[in-house]
């Protein structure tokens, strides 16, 4: 009886061989005979489900990109605003072994692309997709009143980027530099920098109002309103 084969699970179990390929000995490593050795299969197996190394490259940072969604999908179920954007960067980060082999493939990724023109477009695809979920969040933080309402959505994103670019670079290549405990010190600055303070709460018949910021008129009075956050469980650090 003919063994039953499920090429989607092969195919998968062929880009994380190209992971494990990319990591150890970096993209210029990265050869159809070591990765087909690696997975444990022949050249030929592997030809017959990508036609060459570029299309194995290209699914290789597909999938790890689909990881991080899913991740980011999960866990930010029920958050909203700033709750919502810690969650997306610290998924974003390469806190753990997992998330270190993400930022090294996507390091060996950037390089290749350089010179390769379909890559570098795909490479452009997953940059606007990861800039959209986190833009999206941005804008709902500012709406939700986390965010100071003078602040530009984008230029806080292109921030958040940069901020994810390159502390990634800096784990895989000077790992001792960015430890995990640095990242999230890091993170931390820039997401209270970025954040509105809260009003004060209206004063109690019994407690007089504090004194008004100088600058800015006190606090009026208000009907209080339900929350707009959802309660959320503290991210993963």
Not at 12 to 19: D, I, K, N, P, R
Not at 177 to 187: D, G, I, M, V
Request: aromatic residues 6%.
């Amino acid at each position: 009886m003919p063994k039953i084969v499920d090429h989607e699970l092969r195919r998968q179990e062929l880009v994380s061989a190209t992971w494990r390929v990319m990591a150890r000995t970096g993209i210029m490593g990265v050869t159809t005979r070591e990765i087909a050795r690696e997975a444990g299969v022949s050249t030929g197996v592997l030809a017959h489900y990508f036609a060459d190394k570029e299309e194995l490259l290209a699914a290789a940072l597909r999938l790890s990109h689909q990881q991080v969604y899913a991740r980011i999908y999960e866990r930010t179920q029920g958050l909203l605003g700033m709750d919502a954007i810690r969650v997306v960067m610290l998924e974003a980060l390469p806190l753990d072994e997992q998330r270190l082999l993400e930022a090294q493939i996507e390091t060996n990724f950037q390089s290749l692309a350089l010179g390769n023109s379909g890559l570098r477009e795909l490479q452009h695809e997953e940059f606007e997709r990861f800039w959209d979920a986190l833009h999206y969040r941005v804008c709902e933080a500012q709406k939700l009143g986390q965010i100071w309402p003078e602040s530009d959505p984008s230029d806080i994103t292109h921030e958040l980027i940069i901020l994810v670019e390159g502390l990634s670079l800096e784990a895989v290549l000077y790992p001792s530099r960015a430890t995990p405990q640095r990242q999230c010190q890091t993170l931390n600055a820039i997401l209270d920098r970025l954040g509105a303070p809260a009003e004060p709460a209206a004063p109690t018949p019994e407690q007089p109002a504090p004194p008004a910021r100088a600058g800015r008129p006190p606090a009026a009075r208000a009907t209080p309103q339900p929350s707009l956050s959802a309660p959320g469980a503290a991210p993963r650090g």
